[in-house]
């Protein structure tokens, strides 16, 4: 058996090395190496030892969460851009609505009328500015002169307005109602809210990460699990 030392990095070389060639990689960059691992296993799996076939599959694995990240990013970047004059408007007009809402309130903070609209300004403009990046941005407030929209456009708006009261409520937006009142926006690589469950994109967001975390660290042992 090698020395232990020697043995830790020789493994520290396998699947860590290699992914932190393609994290942030271009989509093309990333595709080529998942078709030559593809290749590899396909028609030399008999031939490779255990331990090179584990850390191979470990490094695929990793290698398509990290080109779905990518095309995300790329997606959620074309889609910005398209609707950014559209979210900037609805922006100002939610933040403005808000601020009167909050001022009709104080001064008649019994009446429960005034409080509940208030509650539902800030739910405007916390969806206006957390809606996901990644989505054709479903518009609160209609353009004079435009077409009513279907029922399904409006029931997903309402999903993704309910999704961010809840998030509100809880205190988990990506951009909280205190940030927002500041200026702030989503950050570049923050896609925003969304249907899918927040653990599952925690999952996706840091899943490259951890497998290049975790292979460091197991694979100190003499043993691949």
Do not use: W
């Not at 255990?50 to 790329?74: C, S």
């Not at 997606?75 to 009167?100: D, N, P, T």
């Not at 019994?110 to 990644?134: A, G, H, S, T, W």
């Amino acid at each position: 058996m090698p020395p232990k030392g020697k043995s830790r990095v020789n493994r520290r070389s396998g699947p860590s090395l290699e992914m932190s060639q393609y994290l942030d990689a271009g989509a093309n960059k990333i595709k080529k190496r998942i078709r030559d691992l593809e290749r590899l296993l396909s028609k030399k799996r008999d031939m490779l030892p255990d331990t090179v076939i584990i850390e191979k599959e470990r490094t695929l694995q990793a290698l398509y969460v990290e080109l779905e990240n990518v095309e995300l990013k790329q997606k959620a970047k074309k889609i910005a851009a398209k609707y950014h004059m559209v979210r900037f408007f609805e922006r100002k007009k939610a933040l403005r609505r808000y601020k009167q809402a909050v001022k009709e309130f104080e001064e008649d903070p019994e009446k429960k009328k005034l409080k509940k609209q208030m509650q539902q300004r800030e739910i405007d403009l916390c969806y206006v500015v957390n809606f996901p990046k990644v989505e054709k941005y479903l518009a609160l407030y209609a353009s004079e002169g435009d077409e009513p929209t279907d029922s399904k456009t409006t029931q997903k708006r309402d999903a993704f307005r309910k999704l961010v009261a809840k998030e509100l409520k809880k205190g988990t937006l990506p951009v909280p109602l205190e940030d927002i009142l500041k200026g702030k926006k989503l950050e570049k690589d923050s896609i925003g809210v969304s249907l899918e469950s927040r653990k599952t994109r925690k999952i996706k967001q840091h899943k490259v990460k951890a497998e290049v975390e975790n292979s460091s660290e197991e694979e100190e042992d003499d043993f691949f699990e």
